[in-house]
Every structure is written in structure tokens, then in C-alpha cells.
């Protein structure tokens, strides 16, 4: 079940997470857990880091979309939009 928000992960959590793993393997997994968000600042479940780090031994990495910037959270306003569109919408009153 999910604890929250679903945070994608980066490619250099992907490229990080086998040898942290490795390095982190005598901690207990709820262990683990705390530590992988002390280090890191992002929160992922104990499913999360077991599922990524089975996709990775398995090769399988996350299909990224050419431009991931604009899937970003927080980038949906990053691109150019006319003053016609906002003159036109809802978000500001029409004199």
C-alpha cells in the first residue's frame, strides 16, 4: 500500500541505489529506510527501495520521456504561453 506520494525517481537515485544498498545491507530494512532518507532528503518506502533495487538487479530502469523537464513536478508553467491566452482565461478579470 502506498505511504504517500508517489516521487519519481531520478536517474541518479537509480545509479546510486545497488551500491548504497550494498554498502547499507547490515541495517535492518526500516533501518534502511531512515538512513536512505537521512542521506538523501527523499522519502521512499521500504517497498519502493525493494522494488527499485529488484528492477535494477534485473536491468530495468524507469522510461524517461525525451524532455522529463516538462513532466517535472513544478515545471507545467516552465513554457512560453501568450498574453492572448491569459488575457482569454479565467484567471484574470476581463475589463
Do not use: C
Request: glycine letters at 4%; aromatic letters at 14%.
Amino acid at each position: 500500500m502506498s505511504e504517500g506520494i508517489y516521487t519519481l525517481w531520478t536517474v541518479e537515485e537509480e545509479d546510486n541505489l545497488q551500491e548504497w544498498m550494498a554498502r547499507h545491507q547490515h541495517l535492518p530494512w526500516k533501518k534502511r529506510r531512515e538512513e536512505y532518507f537521512r542521506q538523501t532528503g527523499k522519502w521512499r518506502s521500504i517497498s519502493s527501495l525493494r522494488s527499485k533495487l529488484e528492477q535494477l538487479d534485473q536491468g530495468i530502469r524507469r522510461q524517461r520521456p525525451l524532455y522529463e523537464e516538462v513532466v517535472q513536478t513544478g515545471s507545467v508553467w516552465n513554457f512560453p504561453l501568450s498574453e492572448a491566452f491569459w488575457r482569454s482565461s479565467l484567471l484574470f478579470p476581463r475589463h
